[in-house]
């Protein structure tokens, strides 16, 4: 058992050294390579106290990426981090002003394209931006400030 614990752990830390990972991630990929139920947990817990993974630092850092990368909604994050296995919750009012900052964006992204829109383009901009979990109160907010 010490052995398989060795390797799973040196298969463990090579997982998490190529990319960052939740604890979920790495529970399914040592599942995957068929460690015992046992063994995983003891690598998983192993490399929670080594500091090699850490859901609320994961989602932290995952956060400040979508920020810079992406135009997202609340719902699109919680949903992204919900399906990596994270359970670490980021600050609602940051994740709400993310969330504005976002809907601006798309908006001017909007304006720019369709300087001449109409009403209906706009409620149809509007739909989508739902669509995607946008609160549409948030939503609001932006579009009778920029009109």
């Known amino acids: 058992m010490n052995n398989k614990f060795e390797i799973g752990k040196e298969v463990a830390i090579k997982y998490v050294m190529f990319k960052k990972r939740t604890e979920a991630e790495v529970t399914k990929k040592l599942e995957f390579l068929n460690y015992s139920p046992a063994i995983v947990e003891k690598i998983v817990n192993y490399l929670k106290e080594a500091g090699y993974i850490n859901d609320e630092r994961y989602a932290e850092k995952y956060f400040n990426e979508i920020k810079k990368l992406k135009n997202w909604s609340k719902v699109q994050i ?10 670490a919750e980021i600050d609602a009012e940051e994740l709400n002003d993310y969330e504005i900052q976002s809907i601006t964006n798309l908006y001017n992204k909007y304006i720019f394209k369709y300087p001449d829109h109409t009403q209906e383009n706009l409620n149809e901009f509007i739909t989508v931006l739902k669509k995607k979990g946008f609160e549409y109160g948030n939503i609001q907010k ?3 400030t920029e009109e």
């Open 142 to 144: 932006i579009i009778k």
């Open 78 to 87: 919680k949903n992204d981090l919900y399906k990596r296995g994270c359970k």
